[in-house]
């Protein structure tokens, strides 16, 4: 199953890029570049979907342009 999620990219004041998601408002992801940021948040978000799935718990909606989630 291929979820989609919208992610907000943002520096912080010492340049880290700080990566959020709308559908997920807990979760923030940070490094020092642009892909490892992702790269966290695709872990951060991959293992909540998974935690949701075992709870028997539905997910997020998944959206059109977004970060990519293969669980």
Do not use: N, W
């Not at 520096?11 to 408002?25: K, M, Q």
């Not at 028997?56 to 998944?62: K, Q, W, Y």
């Amino acid at each position: 199953m291929k979820l989609r999620y919208s992610i907000q990219i943002t520096y912080d004041d010492s340049g880290r890029v700080v990566i959020t998601l709308p559908a997920f408002p807990d979760i923030r992801a940070e490094a020092f570049t642009k892909e490892q940021a992702i790269q966290f948040a695709r872990t951060i978000v991959k293992a909540r979907l998974q935690r949701l799935r075992a709870d028997g718990r539905s997910f997020p909606e998944s959206d059109a342009e977004a970060l990519e989630i293969e669980i």
